[in-house]
């Protein structure tokens, strides 16, 4: 907290906003999924790239902000493995954006000593791509912050998929096939994000009610925020109002709220008079 009260004004709406965030009760581990750029462009009658561009500015103000806040990880989806059907020229452009993203803010990340990595089927990314991914992760790697994950030709069913498959080869590479026995822990280890907590918080922009295919496993228990903003509009004083909402909710994992009596136990009898008061 100490360090985004460093770079916000008082009395403005984002210093307003933070003064009411609970620094004890923040996230360790945020998910967004980035959408409405489309939207945005077309609402201003520009081509789509230009929402991807704009979209740009709200990945700086998002990491920036959750690495000054200490949030432990931030996933963002950026490219999903059905993004291969959109127009060539569009994919194209997408991997030139991530190209300009590295190139751009890798000194600031690794200033504020965030470390970066990738997740999905990142063999499969342009020979081009990969290796200025892969420089990216290198450069990073000896940072102790926020671990800021990017999606790349990411899908929940292909990385589970893949989570299943590299067990069933461990198995069959030790011998062990035959009594090969799976469980959730066994699969957890293998997911691409094995080492980090499940997000405590999933962000979708642009309103659209829908998971999309991503961290299917880790948000089994998230706390889900849509929001109607779409991705470029996306900055500080949003994500601020998302984490005030999520500190609002009482998270109880499948559990009882400490306030809720057991099942079984006592609760006070309700007089009469009073049944007949609220009628």
Same mark, same amino acid.
């Given at each position: 907290?100490?360090?985004?009260?460093?770079?916000?004004?008082?009395?403005?709406?984002? &210093?307003?906003?933070?003064?009411?965030?609970?620094?004890?009760?923040?996230?360790?581990?945020?998910?967004?999924?980035?959408?409405?750029?489309?939207? &945005?462009?077309?609402?201003?009658?520009?081509?789509?790239?230009?929402?991807?561009?704009?979209?740009?500015?709200?990945?700086?103000?998002?990491?920036?902000?959750?690495?000054?806040? @200490?949030?432990?990880?931030?996933?963002? =989806?950026?490219?999903?493995?059905?993004?291969?059907?959109?127009? %060539?020229?569009?994919?194209?452009?997408?991997?030139?954006?991530?190209?300009? =993203?590295?190139?751009?803010?890798?000194?600031?990340?690794? @200033?504020?000593?965030?470390?970066?990595?990738?997740?999905?089927?990142?063999?499969?990314?342009?020979?081009?791509?990969?290796?200025?991914?892969?420089?990216?992760?290198?450069?990073?790697?000896?940072?102790?912050?926020?671990?800021?994950?990017?999606?790349?030709?990411?899908?929940?069913?292909?990385?589970?998929? @893949?989570?299943?498959?590299?067990?069933?080869?461990?198995?069959?590479?030790?011998?062990?096939?035959?009594?090969?026995?799976?469980?959730?822990?066994?699969?957890?280890?293998?997911?691409?994000?094995?080492?980090?907590?499940?997000?405590?918080?999933?962000?979708?922009?642009?309103?659209?009610?829908?998971?999309?295919?991503?961290?299917? &496993?880790?948000?089994?228990?998230?706390?889900?925020?849509?929001?109607?903003?779409? &991705?470029?509009?996306?900055?500080?004083?949003?994500?601020?109002?998302?984490?005030?909402?999520?500190?609002? %909710? @009482? %998270? %109880?994992?499948?559990?009882?709220?400490?306030?809720?009596?057991?099942?079984?136990?006592?609760?006070?009898?309700?007089?009469?008079?009073?049944?007949?008061?609220?009628?």
């Amino acid at each position: 907290m100490m360090r985004l009260e460093e770079v916000l004004k008082p009395g403005d709406q984002d &210093w307003k906003l933070a003064q009411q965030l609970d620094p004890g009760r923040l996230p360790r581990h945020i998910a967004i999924i980035m959408d409405g750029n489309g939207r &945005w462009a077309r609402s201003r009658s520009l081509p789509r790239v230009a929402g991807h561009q704009a979209g740009m500015e709200s990945v700086r103000a998002v990491v920036e902000t959750c690495a000054r806040l @200490d949030i432990g990880a931030l996933t963002l =989806y950026a490219f999903s493995v059905e993004n291969w059907k959109r127009p %060539r020229a569009e994919v194209e452009m997408l991997w030139h954006l991530l190209s300009v =993203y590295l190139k751009r803010e890798l000194a600031t990340i690794v @200033d504020q000593n965030i470390q970066l990595s990738a997740m999905g089927r990142i063999e499969e990314l342009p020979a081009r791509v990969r290796r200025e991914v892969e420089s990216a992760v290198r450069a990073t790697a000896r940072n102790s912050g926020m671990r800021l994950n990017v999606a790349l030709n990411y899908g929940g069913r292909t990385e589970l998929a @893949d989570a299943v498959n590299a067990i069933i080869e461990e198995a069959r590479a030790n011998g062990s096939l035959a009594s090969l026995k799976v469980d959730e822990d066994r699969i957890a280890a293998r997911l691409y994000t094995a080492g980090l907590p499940d997000p405590d918080l999933l962000i979708r922009t642009s309103g659209e009610m829908r998971i999309s295919n991503f961290l299917l &496993w880790q948000i089994a228990y998230s706390e889900l925020y849509v929001t109607d903003t779409l &991705w470029p509009d996306f900055r500080r004083a949003d994500l601020l109002e998302a984490l005030l909402d999520y500190q609002k %909710r @009482d %998270r %109880r994992f499948g559990g009882l709220s400490p306030a809720t009596p057991p099942a079984g136990a006592e609760e006070p009898a309700v007089p009469v008079e009073a049944l007949g008061s609220a009628r």
